[in-house]
């Protein structure tokens, strides 16, 4: 099989890896526009875009994971690169500036610790013999070696390990060859070496790096029955245990045929993964912790509403602020105010009191805003009223934008 058929049939099978993230690059520039296959477009957290090689080192795989298309029973096209195959195509097209950077990650072939370190030997030529400079993202094997754990975090920017499902119970049912120990050891291990990296970094600047990126993880969602608070409470815990930068959420699709332990869905719970992802960000962005988004009596995230607006409506006692005095922290917890407009409120109040106005042009979404609210002690053209009058307002506001969103997701 030639490296261009082998291209072929890894890019592929790497895109249901939702995890591609480049944060934690300090490169700079414009990349190529017209990029080949395995080049897929991330983001960085100040905006920029930059393109990645994403492949699987392999696709032959030893475990028989119900959910996976590259599970060992099914009968698919296979490949495996050489580790010089990935580094020369890697340089190959970061010379030509088709990419920034690598998303390598791999089925698990012939055993846990061989994968592991053919991934860590890419990374380890690049840096060392192709004096490579660019973004390196690593997946994690579970059950690897921490020796070859560590080895990866020398040479890559991130190196991260997939946790798969919410609970030990769904990974013992849909993927019985994986543990859940072989999966927290090294997120653990990542975390704590990167923690430790950090603080010798601040004391000296030539210590050795360890993942500067840190590390992100991923998770499918609507395969199994856990709650979104499930997921939530167990996002929370990863950030504050294994210092995650991030926690993705795959919706399920139904990639195999004919397996009982699966659920038959009409399409992949697309709106489901989206209020996650919007519930994941206040927690990273707007210091709410899970618990004050979803209880026990309300374990599942609201489809209609976005889950800060969900919040504000459960506590509408607490409400409205007023924009003039309230502190950083409750502007942030106003449904239409985003952490650049809080910023610009705290900063434009110096100088004078705002008005409706004001916040327009700073850039508060009013139609969302104008309900929790008040300038100078005053509603936005009376607009004060009942929760539940407010939950019907904000729903029609938003049902055009929601018919949109799914639109565009199919």
Not at 43 to 59: A, E, F, H, M, Y
Not at 365 to 386: D, E, N, P
Not at 395 to 409: F, M, N, R, S
């Amino acid at each position: 099989m030639t490296v261009e058929e082998k291209m072929a049939v890894l890019a592929d099978a790497a895109k249901y890896d939702a995890s591609c993230s480049s944060s934690g690059s300090n490169r700079k520039g414009a990349t190529g526009a017209t990029l080949p296959s395995g080049c897929c477009h991330s983001w960085t957290p100040d905006g920029r875009c930059v393109s990645l090689l994403k492949i699987l080192l392999s696709n032959v795989c030893i475990y028989d994971c119900a959910y996976c298309i590259n599970r060992c029973g099914n009968d698919v096209k296979r490949a495996t690169f050489a580790v010089d195959e990935v580094i020369n195509l890697t340089a190959e097209f970061y010379r030509r500036n088709y990419i920034e950077g690598l998303f390598l990650s791999s089925a698990v072939f012939v055993s846990p610790d061989h994968t592991m370190e053919q991934m860590m030997q890419v990374a380890k030529k690049l840096r060392e013999e192709k004096h490579f400079g660019g973004y390196i993202h690593l997946k994690a094997i579970p059950g690897a070696s921490m020796e070859l754990i560590d080895q990866a975090g020398r040479y890559a920017d991130r190196v991260s390990v997939n946790i798969e499902l919410p609970s030990s119970a769904s990974l013992s049912l849909l993927a019985p060859e994986k543990k859940k120990g072989d999966i927290i050891r090294p997120m653990a291990y990542i975390g704590e070496h990167w923690k430790q990296a950090q603080i010798e970094r601040r004391k000296n600047r030539k210590a050795p790096r360890f993942a500067p990126a840190g590390q992100s993880t991923q998770m499918i969602i609507g395969a199994t029955p856990e709650s979104d608070k499930h997921i939530l409470d167990l996002s929370q815990n990863l950030y504050d245990s294994y210092s995650l930068k991030r926690v993705y959420f795959s919706a399920y699709m139904p990639v195999n045929k004919h397996e009982a332990r699966l659920p038959l869905l009409p399409m992949p719970p697309l709106l489901r993964e989206h209020r996650l992802y919007q519930a994941d960000w206040l927690l990273r962005m707007y210091k709410f912790k899970a618990h004050e988004i979803l209880n026990d009596n309300e374990p599942n995230l609201d489809p209609q509403l976005d889950p800060k607006a969900g919040w504000a409506l459960r506590n509408f006692h607490q409400f409205p602020v007023e924009i003039n005095t309230a502190d950083y922290g409750w502007l942030l917890r106003v449904p239409g105010i985003g952490v650049l407009s809080a910023k610009r409120i705290i900063s434009a109040r110096r100088t004078g009191r705002l008005d409706f106005s004001h916040l327009r042009r700073i850039g508060v979404v009013l139609k969302r805003a104008q309900y929790f609210i008040t300038c100078s002690g005053k509603f936005h053209a009376g607009l004060r009223s009942s929760a539940a009058a407010v939950r019907q307002a904000l729903i029609l506001k938003d049902k055009p934008t929601a018919q949109a969103k799914q639109l565009q997701l199919f």
